[in-house]
């Protein structure tokens, strides 16, 4: 059974009595995850085998979670007027009927519809990259990146999420560069349209535009063994970004600029 079918049975109101927010993420986690039909009052089970489904091994039920996430979120951006928040996220519309966006994601053509996400012409593999996108283009934008630099510990709510942005990025980055060349480095940020942007005693920095209105500021040390300092990456955010993602989101694009800078200096 698919959650279309499901959510044909809903009040298709979205009272939230089941716990979900939307009808439509309640019928996604039935069909996908193995949630209670008896969660919704209101659903018709006429002509249904109701008898429970057995629900996702303990070890898939994240990617069940995303998957549930990304079909509410799909939901969510539907009632927007992308003629309106098009120019705000960066991104331009390129169909007739004004009903596609296109911008870049790390140099990767994205195109979303009402319909669903592709990436560089296919679907995206991991369901985290469609919930980052439709995230970044339910903000509808904000203030423009002002390229005031700061730390994601200057964020609020960040003090947990330090340790993650260091462990998934900043160190995995600096275990990278500390055995390359900086020319081979750079020319790997360039491909992701970086821009070179120096930082008083760092080896480089550069600006690397992860989605158009979020900018990311990577600063590098290079390792000074006669000092004992070893390669240091840093990760800075315009000050302006939280107008753009939420806090888990702004971490994943970081985590994928270290997947993509990763695989073009493999």
Not at 29 to 44: H, I, M, N
Not at 120 to 148: E, H, T
């Amino acid at each position: 059974m698919n959650p279309f079918e499901i959510v044909r049975r809903t009040p298709k109101n979205n009272c939230g009595q089941c716990g979900y927010l939307t009808c439509l993420a309640f019928s996604v986690a039935v069909a996908k995850s193995g949630e209670t039909f008896d969660k919704c009052p209101y659903l018709d089970t006429s002509g249904l085998n109701v008898a429970q489904q057995q629900g996702p091994a303990l070890e898939e039920l994240p990617g069940h979670r995303d998957l549930a996430l990304r079909e509410h979120l799909k939901d969510k951006i539907s009632s927007l007027d992308f003629t309106l928040i098009a120019a705000p996220l960066g991104a331009t519309l390129c169909d007739g009927n004004n009903q596609t966006l296109s911008f870049s994601f790390l140099a990767q053509q994205v195109l979303l519809s009402r319909q669903g996400i592709l990436l560089d012409g296919c679907i995206p593999d991991d369901p985290r990259d469609q919930i980052l996108i439709y995230n970044y283009v339910y903000s509808q934008g904000g203030a423009k990146p002002a390229l005031d630099w700061i730390g994601l510990e200057t964020l609020p709510n960040s003090i947990s999420k330090v340790r993650t942005l260091a462990t998934y990025c900043e160190n995995r980055l600096a275990e990278i560069f500390v055995h390359l060349p900086v020319e081979t480095i750079m020319t790997a940020c360039h491909r992701l349209g970086g821009v070179a942007h120096p930082s008083p005693s760092a080896t480089f920095g550069c600006i690397i535009p992860v989605l158009p209105m979020i900018p990311q500021y990577l600063v590098y040390w290079a390792e000074e063994p006669e000092d004992g300092f070893p390669a240091k990456v840093k990760v800075m955010f315009d000050r302006q970004v939280l107008n753009f993602l939420d806090l888990e989101s702004l971490i994943f694009t970081a985590e994928r600029l270290a997947d993509r800078l990763a695989a073009l200096l493999a």
